[in-house]
C-alpha cells in the first residue's frame, strides 16, 4: 500500500468518527455562553496548528535563481528545495526581486517563503506544467497538468511571506480555455470507473491547473502571501489534514478562479483572508460523481473566521462536487459584500452528486450588499432531478447574521425525495429586502430576525 493510499485509509477513519461525534449535537439558545456546536468549534480549532521547520535557510539566489522577471529560475528553485529536505528541511528563501520560474514542487519539511518585496512571476508556457502529475479537475481524478506549487504525499509543508503570487493568467493564457476543453470526456471516463491512471490528459486537453494544491498532505500552511492571476482554483488543499491559510490576499477573477477549495479534508482554519475572486470565494469539496463516492471522503471540520469576501459567487459554499459528503463547518465574523456577491451561504448538489451536507453553522457575519439572497441551498445546480443520488442539507444555522441589502433572504430550491430540513436563520438582521424568498420543497425556519422591506 502507498503512502497516500494509507494515508486516505487514516483519514477515512478519522473523518467517520468526527462525523460521528458531531452529528450528536444539536443546536439551542447559547444565552450568552458557548455550548452545543460553537463549544465544539472552540476544541477543534484548539487542535490545528501551523507546521513548524528548523530555523534553517536555502537562499535561491544561492543556487543560481537571478531577478528580473527574465531568466527561468526554476532550476534554482528545485535544487534550493531539494538541499533544504535532503538537509533536514527550513525554509526555502525567495528574497526581494522578480523571479519567473515554471511549477515549484515541494517536499517535506519545506517552507517557501517570499519576502515582502519578492515576486514569483509564473511562465505561461504550457509545456512547462508537464509531465502530467496526479491532481483532481472538478471533483474527478486525474493526470493532468502540474498545478503552479504542488506538493504530494508531504508532511510539513507551507507557502508563506508577504510576497505576490503571479500566475501571468489573462484572457489570452490559460482563462481562453474555459469553454474549450475536454472535461466532458474526463467526467465520462469517471462515471464509467475507468482507472485514475487511464486519465491521461495534459497537452491539447484544456484543463486548467489550479495555483496552489496540496494533495495528500499532513500539517499544510499558507500564510501571507498575495495571489494575482490564477489559472484554475486559488488554493486547493486536497486529501489533506491539519490545514491552516492565514492573512491570505487573493484577487483574481477569472472564470473559475474560486479562493480556497478544501476538498475531502479534515481540520481546516481559514482565517484572516481577503478573498475577491471570479468564482466562490470559499468552495468546501468531497469529490464529484461517482469519485466522491468512490473515495468516500468527506470534508470535515472546518472554521472559516475574520475574513473578508468582495467579489464572488458566494462568500462561503459547500458543493456543487460534494458526492463525498461534508460536515461540521463553522463560519464566524466574516464582512461580505459585492454588487457581483451572489450570497453569503451556498449549497449545491443535485441527485447525481447527493451527499449529505449537515452541521453548518454561521454566526456574527456582517453583510454589506450581495446579488441573489443571503442563503441559498440549490439542489437542482447542473444535472438537478437528473440522478438516483438523493442531496441531503440539514442541521444548517445562521445566527446573528446582520445584511443591509439584499434582493430576498432565500432562496432555497428542493424537490421531492431530497432532504432539506433543520434550516433556521435566527436573532438575524436584514434589511432593504426588495423581492419575496423563494422556498421549495425544503423546510426553513426564520425566527426572532428582523426584517425591513424595501419601500
Known amino acids: 500500500m502507498s503512502y497516500c493510499e494509507l494515508f486516505r485509509v487514516i483519514q477515512k477513519i478519522a473523518c467517520c468518527m468526527s462525523v460521528a461525534v458531531f452529528a450528536t449535537r444539536v443546536w439551542a439558545d447559547s444565552g450568552g455562553q458557548e455550548s452545543g456546536p460553537w463549544q465544539e468549534e472552540k476544541a477543534l480549532a484548539a487542535e490545528i496548528h501551523a507546521p513548524t521547520f528548523p530555523a534553517r535557510v536555502f537562499d535561491i539566489t544561492d543556487y543560481g535563481a537571478k531577478s528580473g522577471g527574465q531568466v527561468d529560475c526554476s532550476g534554482a528553485i528545485r535544487d534550493a528545495i531539494a538541499a533544504c529536505a535532503q538537509g533536514g528541511g527550513g525554509r526555502v528563501r525567495v528574497p526581494d526581486g522578480v523571479y519567473l520560474t515554471g511549477p515549484i514542487h515541494l517536499q517535506s519539511n519545506v517552507e517557501l517563503h517570499l519576502e515582502t518585496r519578492a515576486t514569483l512571476k509564473f511562465t505561461t508556457d504550457t509545456q512547462a506544467y508537464l509531465p502530467e502529475v496526479l491532481t483532481r479537475f472538478e471533483g474527478n481524478d486525474c493526470y493532468n497538468y502540474s498545478p503552479l506549487i504542488y506538493a504530494f504525499g508531504a508532511e510539513n509543508v507551507a507557502v508563506t511571506g508577504s510576497g505576490l503570487l503571479d500566475?501571468?493568467?489573462?484572457?489570452?493564457?490559460?482563462?481562453?480555455?474555459?469553454?474549450?476543453?475536454?472535461?466532458?470526456?474526463?467526467?465520462?471516463?469517471?462515471?464509467?470507473?475507468?482507472?485514475?491512471?487511464?486519465?491521461?490528459?495534459?497537452?491539447?486537453?484544456?484543463?486548467?491547473?489550479?495555483?496552489?494544491?496540496?494533495?495528500?498532505?499532513?500539517?499544510?500552511?499558507?500564510?501571507?502571501?498575495?495571489?494575482?492571476?490564477?489559472?484554475?482554483?486559488?488554493?486547493?488543499?486536497?486529501?489533506?489534514?491539519?490545514?491552516?491559510?492565514?492573512?491570505?490576499?487573493?484577487?483574481?477573477?477569472?472564470?473559475?478562479?474560486?479562493?480556497?477549495?478544501?476538498?475531502?479534508?479534515?481540520?481546516?482554519?481559514?482565517?484572516?483572508?481577503?478573498?475577491?475572486?471570479?468564482?466562490?470565494?470559499?468552495?468546501?469539496?468531497?469529490?464529484?460523481?461517482n469519485d466522491g463516492r468512490r473515495l468516500g471522503l468527506p470534508s470535515v471540520n472546518l472554521i472559516v473566521r475574520d475574513c473578508t469576501m468582495k467579489d464572488g459567487h458566494a462568500g462561503v459554499a459547500i458543493g456543487s462536487e460534494i458526492s463525498g459528503s461534508c460536515s461540521n463547518v463553522f463560519v464566524e465574523r466574516c464582512i461580505m459584500s459585492s454588487p457581483n456577491l451572489l450570497c453569503a451561504l451556498r449549497l449545491k448538489s443535485n441527485a447525481a452528486r447527493g451527499g449529505v451536507l449537515q452541521g453548518i453553522y454561521m454566526r456574527d457575519v456582517q453583510v454589506g450588499l450581495v446579488k441573489d439572497s443571503v442563503l441559498q441551498i440549490d439542489f437542482?445546480?447542473?444535472?438537478?432531478?437528473?440522478?438516483?443520488?438523493?442531496?441531503?442539507?440539514?442541521?444548517?444555522?445562521?445566527?446573528?447574521?446582520?445584511?443591509?441589502h439584499t434582493p430576498r433572504i432565500l432562496d432555497v430550491r428542493g424537490f421531492p425525495g431530497a432532504d432539506i430540513s433543520d434550516v433556521t436563520l435566527r436573532k438575524c438582521r436584514f434589511l432593504d429586502v426588495r423581492k419575496p424568498d423563494i422556498l421549495r420543497d425544503a423546510d426553513v425556519k426564520i425566527e426572532d430576525c428582523e426584517v425591513q422591506r424595501a419601500g
Not at 464509467?192 to 498532505?217: K, T, Y
Not at 495571489?227 to 488554493?235: A, F, G, H, Q, Y
Not at 432531478?385 to 445566527?399: C, F, I, Q, S
Open 380 to 404: 437542482l445546480y447542473g444535472e438537478g432531478t437528473n440522478g438516483d443520488y438523493l442531496p441531503v442539507a440539514r442541521n444548517v444555522h445562521m445566527e446573528n447574521v446582520t445584511v443591509a
Open 167 to 289: 500566475g501571468q493568467a489573462d484572457a489570452g493564457h490559460w482563462w481562453n480555455w474555459k469553454n474549450d476543453n475536454r472535461r466532458g470526456e474526463l467526467v465520462k471516463m469517471a462515471n464509467a470507473n475507468v482507472p485514475v491512471d487511464q486519465r491521461r490528459f495534459g497537452a491539447g486537453a484544456g484543463l486548467r491547473p489550479d495555483f496552489i494544491e496540496f494533495n495528500c498532505c499532513k500539517n499544510v500552511m499558507v500564510s501571507g502571501v498575495r495571489i494575482r492571476r490564477s489559472p484554475m482554483w486559488e488554493i486547493h488543499p486536497l486529501l489533506c489534514t491539519n490545514v491552516v491559510v492565514r492573512d491570505v490576499d487573493i484577487y483574481s477573477h477569472g472564470a473559475n478562479n474560486d479562493g480556497c477549495d478544501p476538498e475531502c479534508c479534515r481540520n481546516v482554519l481559514i482565517d484572516h483572508c481577503l478573498f475577491d475572486t471570479g468564482d466562490d470565494c470559499i468552495a468546501i469539496k468531497s469529490g464529484r460523481n
